[in-house]
């Protein structure tokens, strides 16, 4: 690897039986990583295959504001104005929102 340091962010954390039983699966060795950071919907608002979709909507958005030159406003609403990313995505973009792109996700690649 070219990284003095690796850090993966991850929607899921996988049991380490389930990684013994498959070991090939494993794209990144255990040995080359220094922190495992869960973070559900870490993608947003791309999407992960078989977890959640892409938030075609939510680009739409982005788009419209940059279109606009009002890149500074979208970046107060969704990045500056709050603390995390989990803030975001609950006061912002809302679960139920979220859960609508998790039952759309159809690929399931890795563990499950």
Same mark, same amino acid.
């Given at each position: ?14 049991? *380490? ?16 990583? +220094?922190?495992? @950071? !869960? %973070? ?17 909507? *939510? ?16 970046? +107060?609403?969704? @990045? !500056? %104005? ?31």
């Amino acid at each position: 690897m070219a990284a003095r340091r690796v850090i993966i962010s991850t929607d899921e954390i996988v049991d *380490h039986d389930d990684i013994r039983k498959d070991p090939a699966k494993t794209t990144i060795p255990y040995y080359m990583v +220094d922190a495992v @950071v !869960y %973070s559900p919907f870490g993608a947003y608002p791309g999407g992960v295959p078989g977890l959640y979709e892409m938030d075609y909507e *939510h680009w739409g958005e982005y788009n419209q504001f940059e279109r606009q030159g009002r890149l500074e406003e979208y970046l +107060d609403r969704y @990045v !500056y %104005s709050v603390a995390s990313n989990t803030e975001m995505l609950e006061k912002r973009v809302g679960l139920e929102r979220l859960n609508g792109l998790r039952r759309r996700a159809t690929v399931r690649e890795g563990y499950r």
